[in-house]
């Protein structure tokens, strides 16, 4: 083979390992976006427990207030 065929092969794998490289990366950053938005980080999920454990609470109060204030 000569010098240039061997500059073209260099130049093809380079390229095919970039790309290859560029594609490893996205799938990285889709699957961890599609992560995030479905597993919550534990302290998301403590959060939103306790947000849920006062929520029934919460709505009690404010329908009896509703129905308080309405005129009969």
Same mark, same amino acid.
Do not use: N
């Given at each position: 083979?000569k ?5 073209? /092969? @260099? ?5 095919? /390992?970039?790309?290859? /490289? ?6 990285? @950053? ?18 939103q ?24």
């Amino acid at each position: 083979m000569k010098k240039r065929d061997w500059a073209f /092969v @260099a130049a093809c794998v380079a390229g095919a /390992v970039l790309f290859g /490289v560029w594609s490893f990366q996205m799938g990285l @950053a889709f699957h961890r976006s599609r992560q995030g938005a479905t597993d919550l980080s534990s302290s998301q999920r403590r959060s939103q427990d306790g947000a849920s454990a006062r929520s029934p609470a919460r709505l009690q109060a404010d329908d009896g207030d509703e129905q308080a204030g309405q005129p009969r």
